[in-house]
């Protein structure tokens, strides 16, 4: 399906995959150290250069000891008694192998030396004059880690896509690798539409309000991990809409707009995304959120928002965070659902796919509970504050009495 080419109204599935589809990942990769590594997309699988661990060592303080018998499984043999004979500490291996009824001293992580067949720990142990007895018999291989155990030398630690984050960064570390190779950074320019926004920190003339879309925008593309170029607000003019795009589409693979593309009025961005490039206009199916902009300008791609707060946000979060994983070489995961209880009656009209701003928790017996909140307008950006998920109710569905079964999806790192 061309996505120029569509119908005017698309259910949120046929959108989301028009979305993903129109994008062709990043080609370039770079090299960068892994302290700076955090939320970039891995662009060759990562082979592991060693075995982590690098070498057997002992899971236990206790003491190393070689008992040939263990492996015959002659149980009846089996020695009670070693002469100790050295050492072994983390950092400070023992020099030598151990002969048949012999036994070192080893603290757990140190170096467990050739021809030890089990670790004892040192609670089962008695000492006198350099000889160790042992309480009860030990298991071929017991409180060994073996080499390799964790991540063996040439696996696959990282596959290309991956999205790094803190802990995959100290496995890096582990490896000894202090760089990595990955997708080059999107770059992404915002602008926010609108003759009656004003910054914050300014004084608000009738009729005002303050901008609040591009401020989101800006913090979620930084948890994504963009370079953002904020155009900060633009006039519903022509003339200033097209030289924020031809600023814009300079700098950015990915262009995102808010507000203006209600059909009728002022449309200024259909009008200027013509003249510069390419439009396709969207009705989704989908509540909160309005029509959707989607285009080309002559270097980037085009996604225009609507430009009430939650709309702006929902459809950012539904349709064009996907749509910029995918961009990025990776791929957006699955939202988090679960089954609950809504605990008041659903309002909702067969039409559109609902994403209601909800509070879920689990009740004193187990059972996951959701309670929707009583203010859902699209306006109100202290719904999706407050909230902790979305009731998804999908498109043909008309309501739900209190003690229904609804679907909640979890809010991921990016709206929590
Ligand atoms: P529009 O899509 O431009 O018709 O805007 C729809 C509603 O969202 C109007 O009430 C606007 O004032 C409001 N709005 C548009 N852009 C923003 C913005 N960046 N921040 C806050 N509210 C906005
Ligand atoms: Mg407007």
């Not at 009846?76 to 072994?88: A, C, H, I, N, R």
């Not at 007895?133 to 991540?151: F, H, Q, Y």
């Not at 080059?184 to 926010?192: C, P, V």
Request: proline content about 5%.
């Amino acid at each position: 399906m061309d996505c120029f080419s569509t119908p005017n109204l698309l259910t949120v599935t046929q959108a989301l995959q028009l979305l993903v589809d129109a994008m062709s990942p990043v080609k370039e990769i770079e090299s960068i150290s892994i302290a700076d590594a955090d939320k970039r997309i891995v662009a060759q699988d990562v082979v592991s250069p060693i075995n982590v661990p690098q070498y057997d060592n002992s899971a236990m303080d206790g003491y190393a000891l070689c008992d040939r018998g263990l492996s015959n499984c002659a149980q009846s043999q089996l020695l009670t008694q070693f002469k100790l004979v050295g050492e072994s500490f983390a950092g400070r291996p023992f020099v030598g192998e151990l002969a048949h009824g012999e036994c070192i001293r080893i603290m757990t992580g140190a170096m467990i030396p050739v021809g030890t067949d089990a670790v004892i720990m040192q609670e089962s142990t008695t000492v006198e004059n350099q000889t160790v007895t042992i309480a009860k018999p030990v298991k071929l291989d017991a409180n060994i880690r073996r080499a390799g155990e964790d991540i063996a030398q040439q696996q696959v630690v990282f596959t290309t896509g991956h999205r790094l984050n803190a802990i995959d960064i100290g496995l890096l570390a582990s490896l000894g690798c202090s760089e990595v190779n990955v997708w080059r950074k999107l770059k992404i320019a915002i602008l926010a539409t609108g003759n009656e926004l004003t910054y914050p920190g300014e004084p608000l003339a009738p009729g005002h309000i303050y901008e609040t879309n591009s401020v989101v925008l800006q913090q979620l593309l930084m948890r994504f991990g963009a370079e953002v170029l904020s155009l900060g607000i633009i006039a519903d003019d022509k003339a200033a809409i097209k030289e924020a795009f031809t600023q814009a589409d300079a700098y950015a693979d990915v262009v995102i707009s808010s507000g203006g593309v209600s059909v009728g009025e002022a449309d200024y961005t259909k009008t200027v995304l013509d003249e510069m490039g390419r439009t396709a206009f969207w009705k989704v199916a989908m509540k909160p959120g309005k029509p959707f902009a989607f285009g080309e300008l002559p270097n980037s791609c085009f996604m225009g928002l609507p430009g009430n707060p939650v709309s702006a946000s929902v459809t950012f979060h539904q349709l064009v965070l996907p749509a910029l994983f995918r961009l990025a070489g990776a791929t957006m995961p699955a939202p988090k659902t679960l089954t609950a209880i809504t605990q008041t009656a659903i309002r909702k009209r067969p039409g559109r796919t609902d994403f209601q701003r909800g509070v879920w928790s689990v009740d004193a017996s187990g059972q996951v509970i959701v309670t929707p909140l009583a203010a859902q307008g699209s306006g109100m950006l202290s719904s999706l504050s407050r909230a902790n998920c979305f009731v998804v109710l999908a498109q043909d569905n008309n309501g739900h009495a209190a003690g229904d079964q609804v679907t909640i999806s979890l809010f991921d790192d990016f709206l929590a």
